[in-house]
């Protein structure tokens, strides 16, 4: 073997390599930063990945009488521009039943709901930034 081959070959080892963050660690950091966002804000968080059959909603709270249900984004860039349109009409679709499976469960129908997207970059090196849209889409939930 030649020695200029040598770096190249020290690379394909695995062990030297740093792996990035597979997106649903950096998804689940996010995660967790938003809710600390949220707490600083006044909102009080009710449930974080909440599940039912229909769906996955990433962070219910509440915000005085508002029940607000949130959908987080978490980048490693700003290059992609967060805007309501960030989260996909199948996806709100998704979010609005298990947001209305979520009221009629837990009995809080007499309560006004809220959908709002949360935008966190979290670079490589540094802090994370977060942007809240509120009331990023409008549905009824009867």
């Known amino acids: 073997m030649k020695f200029a081959a040598l770096p190249r070959r020290l690379l394909s080892l695995n062990w030297l390599r740093r792996r990035p963050e597979d997106r649903a660690a950096l998804g689940r950091r996010g995660e967790r930063a938003a809710a600390r966002f949220l707490r600083r804000r006044g909102f009080r968080v009710l449930i974080r990945d909440y599940h039912c059959p229909f769906a996955q909603i990433d962070m219910i709270a509440s915000q005085g009488e508002w ?3 949130i959908e987080v984004k978490t980048r490693r860039t700003e290059e992609n521009v967060l805007s309501r349109e960030d ?3 199948t996806q709100r ?3 609005e039943r298990a947001a209305k499976y979520f ?3 837990h009995q809080v129908t007499n309560r006004p ?3 709002d997207v949360l935008r966190v970059i979290w670079p490589v090196r540094g802090n994370p930034k977060i942007e809240h849209i509120e009331d990023a ?4 939930l009867t």
């Open 93 to 95: 679709e998704r979010i």
């Open 113 to 115: 709901v809220r959908f």
């Open 87 to 89: 989260v996909s009409p």
């Open 67 to 69: 029940i607000v249900f």
């Open 137 to 140: 889409w409008q549905a009824q």
């Open 103 to 105: 009221v009629h469960a």
